[in-house]
Structures are given as structure tokens and as C-alpha cells.
T-cell receptor, first 115, second 116 residues
Framework: DGGITQSPKYLFRKEGQNVTLSCEQN?????MYWYRQDPGQGLRLIYY???????QKGDIAEGYSVSREKKESFPLTVTSAQKNPTAFYLC??????????????FGQGTRLTVV | AQSVTQLGSHVSVSEGALVLLRCNYS??????LFWYVQYPNQGLQLLLK??????LVKGINGFEAEFKKSETSFHLTKPSAHMSDAAEYFC??????????????FGTGTRLLVSP
């Protein structure tokens, strides 16, 4: 079955550590996204990538980094510079109709907790 | 800039009652609009979408939404609520970026509570 796979589902990070969240899709979508979700704040865009080897900062990119070396993969690294990383992280990819995203597909999310 | 506003962070209904979740959008171009549902500790699932075809859009699980350009609204409805509808619902609009591409912008969500 086609879809988006995020791993791990739960992740614990110590203060000062970098951690990497995995996101893989087999939908052949060009565009991929990372969102952060906090209670009462909806989804906030961290980074997005429209094509391989290209990515752009979203609204809250500070303390995060990404890479897009393969179409299928868009890993997110939460660095020690991110002061409040505890959150639910969602990866998505989208169908494109010309220059417009028509529908986003989401992974099941990774819940990151700082201990 | 394109954006969406969801009125009401929480909506409570009784089982069997009408469900109405409100979404208003702003867009300088003909919008694509979406409703997503999220169950606890899961990702978002598409309920329905409007992409400039019929203004009344039917989705999964008995939900539907009507695009009203004059009111800049895309409210989500279901005639009769079921306990399994309790979840968080997000409205989204496609947003035109300065790169010429469009990405999705989400509202802050509405939590639907269903009581027996």
C-alpha cells in the first residue's frame, strides 16, 4: 500500500541532543512538508520541499534542519538550538496539479519529548 | 495572503444531532479548500476537498461542505452525529507562495465533542 511512514512513533531526547525524525513516502509525490503541532495552535509549518535537493524554511524553522537527497525521503533534525522541542511532529506529502497542491497525505506522526 | 479561520475551538453536540463546523477563508485567487480530521495521536486524514468543481462537496463518513464564494465560507456539516465523529477537525486552503507554487495553510482546528 502507498503511504507515508514516520518513525519512530515516540522519541525521547535529552537536553542538548540532536535527534532525527524519519519520513518516507512511496506515493511518488514531489512536495513534502514538516509540521509541528502543539495543543491549541493547529499545525505550524517548519520546512517544505518542492523537489529533490531543494527545500525552503516555513514559519518556525529555527532550531530545525532538513535534507532532501531522495524523492522518497525528507528527514527532520531537531537540533539543540530548538529550545522547546516537545511536540507532535507531522510529515506530509502532496499531489501537485500544475503549480498548486491539491491534497496532502499525512504520516501518523512522531511525538517528541525532552527528558 | 491566503488564510483560514475556524470559529470555535470546541463544539459540543449530542449523538444524532446536526454537526456544523465553521470555516471562513481569505484568498486572492480561486481557492482550493480542504477539511481534515485527526483522531488522538494520529495523523490527519482528508475528509473532503473543493477544487473549483461542484460547490457542494460530499466526503467520507457522511460529511459534506458547501463552498460559498459570497460568504467566503466552507462550513462542514453532518446531519446526524455519531460517537465516532469525536475528533479534531482542520480546515485548510492552498496558499500561493512567492515561488509561484502553492502550499496548504491550516486553521487552528475545532475539537468536536459528542455526548450520548
Amino acid at each position: 500500500d502507498g503511504g507515508i511512514t514516520q518513525s519512530p512513533k515516540y522519541l525521547f531526547r535529552k537536553e542538548g541532543q540532536n535527534v532525527t525524525l524519519s519520513c518516507e513516502q512511496n506515493l511518488n509525490h514531489d512536495a513534502m512538508y514538516w509540521y509541528r503541532q502543539d495543543p491549541g495552535q493547529g499545525l505550524r509549518l517548519i520546512y517544505y520541499s518542492q523537489i529533490v535537493n531543494d527545500f525552503q524554511k516555513g514559519d518556525i524553522a529555527e532550531g530545525y534542519s532538513v535534507s532532501r537527497e531522495k524523492k522518497e525521503s525528507f528527514p527532520l533534525t531537531v537540533t539543540s538550538a530548538q529550545k522547546n522541542p516537545t511536540a507532535f511532529y507531522l510529515c506530509a506529502s502532496s499531489i501537485r496539479d500544475g503549480k498548486r497542491d491539491t491534497e496532502a497525505f499525512f504520516g501518523q506522526g512522531t511525538r517528541l519529548t525532552v527528558v | 495572503a491566503q488564510s483560514v479561520t475556524q470559529l470555535g475551538s470546541h463544539v459540543s453536540v449530542s449523538e444524532g444531532a446536526l454537526v456544523l463546523l465553521r470555516c471562513n477563508y481569505s484568498s486572492s485567487v480561486p481557492p482550493y479548500l480542504f477539511w481534515y480530521v485527526q483522531y488522538p495521536n494520529q495523523g490527519l486524514q482528508l475528509l473532503l476537498k473543493y477544487t473549483s468543481a461542484a460547490t457542494l462537496v460530499k466526503g467520507i463518513n457522511g460529511f459534506e461542505a458547501e463552498f460559498k464564494k459570497s460568504e467566503t465560507s466552507f462550513h462542514l456539516t453532518k446531519p446526524s452525529a455519531h460517537m465516532s465523529d469525536a475528533a479534531e477537525y482542520f480546515c485548510a486552503v492552498s496558499h500561493l507562495m512567492n515561488t509561484g507554487f502553492q502550499k496548504l495553510v491550516f486553521g487552528t482546528g475545532t475539537r468536536l465533542l459528542v455526548s450520548p
